[in-house]
C-alpha cells in the first residue's frame, strides 16, 4: 500500500507538473516545474507579475498532476488537488534563490514582490494509471476536517496528520459565544500549526477575559491551558466542551449571569479589534 512519503517521492522525480487554477469562471492549464516536496506538502515558485499569481490571490484552489512518462500503456500520473498555501519565509526565498540562481537576472531578490512561493499543504492526492483506471481512488487527505457523507467508507491514515470527525468540528460562523471562541481558536492550533504564533496569542487574550469576569472557570481554564502549553490539543478540546456547558448554565441563570456572559463577549471584541 502506498503512504503519502511515495506521492512525495513521486513527484520530486517527475517535477514537471500541469497546473490548473480558475480565472472566473473559466479553468486555467499550464506546465510549472515543481521546486520541491517534503512530509508539508507540494513547493512551487512563480512570479508576482504573471496571470497565475493573480488567480490563485483571488481563488486559492488548484490541481496539480505530475506524470511518469515511458512505461506501458501512458506511464503514471499523480493528482494533486488542494488549496495553496503562499509562503512568505525569507530562509525559503534564500533557498529558492540558491536553487535557481537563474531568478537573480531577473532582478529578483528575497524582499521583492514578485518572488512568490506557495504550497499545497492540504488536500487529496491519489496515483492513477491505465490498470487502476477503474479501481476507486485512494487518497491522502492531509490537514482537514472529514466531514461523513451518505454512504459507508474507511479511511486509513498513514502519516502524521490531524483529523477531526464532523461532530467534533466547529466552524467560525458557529463559534458565537467566548466558550466557543476558545473552542475554535485550540480547533485551528490542531488543524493549522503552520500559524500557532497567532492562534496562541488570540487564546491567551481569550482565556483571560473569561478568566477575569468568570473566576469560577479558572480551575477548568487552567487545565485546558495545560494540555495547550504541551501540544496536547485534542485533549484540550474535550475540556473546552465542559468549558461551552459551563458557559451555557450561566445563560440559563440570572439576568446577572447574562451580564456577565456579555461581559466576556464585549472583552473578546476589545481584544480582537
Known amino acids: 500500500m502506498m503512504k503519502f512519503v511515495d506521492r512525495v517521492k513521486f513527484a520530486n522525480e517527475n517535477p514537471a507538473a500541469w497546473v490548473a487554477t480558475s480565472d472566473g469562471d473559466q479553468p486555467r492549464v499550464r506546465g510549472l516545474a515543481l521546486w520541491f516536496a517534503d512530509e508539508k506538502g507540494f513547493y512551487f515558485q512563480i512570479g508576482g507579475m504573471k496571470d497565475m499569481c493573480r488567480q490563485l490571490l483571488k481563488n486559492q484552489k488548484v490541481e496539480a498532476a505530475f506524470h511518469k512518462p515511458g512505461e506501458p500503456a501512458g506511464g503514471t500520473v499523480l493528482r494533486v488537488t488542494g488549496v495553496v498555501e503562499f509562503m512568505n519565509d525569507a530562509g525559503l526565498k534564500e533557498k529558492v534563490l540558491a536553487d535557481r540562481p537563474f531568478l537573480r537576472q531577473f532582478g529578483l531578490a528575497a524582499d521583492h514582490p514578485d518572488l512568490v512561493i506557495f504550497r499545497i499543504s492540504?488536500?487529496?492526492?491519489?496515483f492513477w494509471n491505465f490498470e487502476t483506471n477503474l479501481e476507486p481512488k485512494k487518497l491522502i487527505i492531509a490537514g482537514a476536517a472529514i466531514t461523513?457523507?451518505?454512504t459507508t467508507a474507511r479511511l486509513t491514515i498513514e502519516s502524521n496528520v490531524?483529523?477531526?470527525?464532523?461532530?467534533?468540528?466547529?466552524?467560525?460562523?458557529?463559534?458565537?459565544?467566548p466558550a466557543r471562541k476558545i473552542y475554535y481558536i485550540v480547533q485551528l492550533m490542531y488543524l493549522d500549526?503552520?500559524?500557532?504564533?497567532?492562534?496562541?496569542?488570540?487564546?491567551?487574550?481569550?482565556?483571560?477575559?473569561?478568566?477575569?469576569?468568570s473566576p469560577n472557570s479558572m480551575k477548568l481554564i487552567d487545565a485546558i491551558s495545560e494540555h495547550v502549553l504541551c501540544t496536547r490539543y485534542y485533549q484540550a478540546l474535550k475540556l473546552i466542551r465542559r468549558?461551552?456547558?459551563?458557559?451555557?448554565?450561566?445563560m440559563k441563570r440570572t439576568m446577572g449571569a447574562d451580564k456577565e456572559i456579555s461581559t466576556i463577549q464585549s472583552g473578546y471584541v476589545s481584544y480582537i479589534n
Open 122 to 126: 492540504k488536500g487529496e492526492a491519489f
Open 243 to 250: 468549558l461551552i456547558g459551563y458557559e451555557h448554565a450561566l
Open 193 to 213: 500549526q503552520e500559524n500557532l504564533t497567532d492562534h496562541h496569542r488570540i487564546y491567551w487574550n481569550f482565556v483571560r477575559a473569561f478568566v477575569k469576569v
Open 162 to 177: 490531524s483529523i477531526l470527525r464532523e461532530k467534533d468540528v466547529l466552524t467560525e460562523k458557529n463559534a458565537a459565544s
Open 148 to 150: 461523513n457523507g451518505n
